[in-house]
């Protein structure tokens, strides 16, 4: 079965400063691979998606992320950060389920971003 | 425009009532999702219909009965509620099932049984 992880449950970076939040993965075959954002009571908002390609994805609000195939990972990265950008990471990866009738996409535990002024 | 709405936004209801989530896509999808997102934040998948046909329906109680009149509308419909089905529940729609095809959330229906 497919998997994510996310290994930190909180990110603090100050603003201006480069952020990356870290995402592996564990998949049979070709990995696609997803990040969505989630502001304080709003829904899961899309940022960007890898599923072939150039290794690096650029994706909403300045964010982008680097596959790495060798380290099975895929962390969003951008170069400076915002208070605004402070809100819920998720990464997720999009595979069959168990019985192989239907795709769903698996997500990661979330990782808080919190910027500082 | 909103892409995926959901009503209500807040549901807030005693123990062994039954009540429904409503949701609307207007992106012309035609494959719809229910997930759950717990106190702690995790996400996942509970059901999903395709072109109106149940394609995905995971370890949910039978208690969660979904409802898809058309390829617009999924519903959520809940008997006999408990206290752990207090939750975040997201509605989403993707343009068919291809690997790559990116899922729309709604806004979300927060859900306090009490």
């Known amino acids: 079965a497919q998997s994510v992880a996310q290994p930190e449950d909180q990110v603090n970076v100050a603003e201006g400063n480069p952020l990356t939040v870290k995402c592996t993965y564990s998949v049979s075959g070709n990995p696609y691979l997803f990040w969505y954002v989630q502001y304080p009571n709003r829904g899961l908002q899309f940022l960007l998606k890898?599923?072939?390609?150039?290794?690096l994805v650029k994706g909403s609000y300045g964010f982008e992320a680097e596959f790495n195939k060798s380290q099975t990972s895929f962390h969003l990265k951008k170069p400076s950060a915002l208070v605004s950008d402070s809100a819920l990471y998720f990464c997720?990866?999009?595979?069959?389920?168990?019985?192989?009738?239907?795709?769903?996409?698996?997500f990661g535990s979330g990782t808080q971003l919190t910027v500082l002024p | 425009d909103t892409a995926v709405s959901q009503t209500p936004k807040y549901l807030v209801t005693q123990m062994g009532n039954d009540k429904s989530i409503k949701c609307e896509q207007n992106?012309?999808?035609?494959?719809m999702y229910w997930y759950k997102q717990d106190s702690k934040k995790f996400l996942k998948i509970m059901f999903s219909y395709n072109n109106k046909e149940l394609i995905i329906n995971e370890t949910v109680p039978n208690r969660f009965s979904p409802k898809s009149p058309d390829k617009a509308h999924l519903n959520l419909h809940i008997n006999s509620l408990e206290l752990g089905d207090s939750a975040v529940y997201f509605c989403?729609?993707?343009?068919?099932?291809?690997?790559?095809?990116?899922?729309?959330f709604g806004p979300g229906t927060r859900l306090t049984v009490l």
């Open positions: 890898y599923i072939t390609g150039d290794n």
């Open positions: 997720a990866v999009r595979d069959l389920i168990s019985s192989g009738s239907a795709r769903q996409l698996t």
């Open positions: 992106l012309g999808h035609d494959t």
């Open positions: 989403a729609s993707s343009r068919g099932q291809e690997r790559g095809n990116t899922q729309y």
